[in-house]
């Protein structure tokens, strides 16, 4: 296992693939191919170098991930409330099985270009500005799916989502002091994510140029 540098909290990863996929018909988004490869390999491959570990938030069965090696966690809020249900899951579990991990980052499981600086960027920012938490952002649009997250919060964001029934991830950020990264989009947008069937046919593109040495 590759570990984070010394720089920057070790953090514990969860790719987010608990969604219904509408979009798309049904099914699991991050299993199509673009470029001959699942978008989930590529995430993972993104991902693993910067974090600690990495884990899966998926339903129902597991087995269909078991190619990929990851351990898959489930929401334990019910009735699919969302990407919010997701990240308390896994702060959740690495609070039971990596008691000394305090951060964990969390990903679209449907987005195969993510920044290969995420995890730096994301610290980097949370310390300078003092925040609570940290989201990505490009193009001038925020992706609080892709953030980083205090376990300590996780009491909190239960009672958030039981209670509150609050679904929105910003909502719930507005809370907190909050860091906001901004990457360019140009070659490519690296929060890119697949929802829809055409959204496929673009990401062969973009596989293309992200493939390119």
Not at 57 to 86: I, K, W, Y
Request: proline content about 8%; some cysteine.
């Amino acid at each position: 296992m590759k570990l984070v540098t010394t720089e920057i909290p070790l953090t514990q990863g969860v790719l987010l693939a608990g969604g219904l996929a509408r979009r798309m018909g049904g099914g699991d988004k991050p299993m199509r191919t673009i470029g001959g490869r699942t978008i989930l390999e590529r995430v993972i491959a993104r991902l693993k170098p910067q974090c600690g570990g990495l884990i899966l938030n998926a339903n129902g069965d597991p087995a269909r991930f078991a190619s990929f090696g990851l351990q898959v966690v489930a929401d334990d809020v019910p009735g699919f409330p969302g990407p919010l249900a997701g990240i308390l899951a896994a702060l959740d579990w690495t609070a039971a099985n990596r008691p000394g991990v305090e951060w964990v980052l969390s990903a679209a499981g449907d987005c195969p270009f993510l920044p290969r600086d995420l995890v730096t960027r994301l610290h980097d920012a949370r310390e300078r500005e003092n925040a609570r938490l940290a989201v990505a952002a490009s193009g001038g649009q925020s992706h609080p799916v892709i953030g980083l997250w205090h376990v300590a919060l996780r009491e909190e964001l239960r009672h958030a989502l039981v209670v509150e029934d609050l679904r929105k991830i910003d909502r719930w950020t507005a809370r907190y002091p909050l860091a906001t990264v901004n990457w360019p989009v140009e070659p490519l947008d690296p929060f890119f994510n697949a929802n829809t069937v055409e959204d496929v046919a673009e990401a062969e593109r973009l596989a293309a140029l992200d493939d390119a040495p």
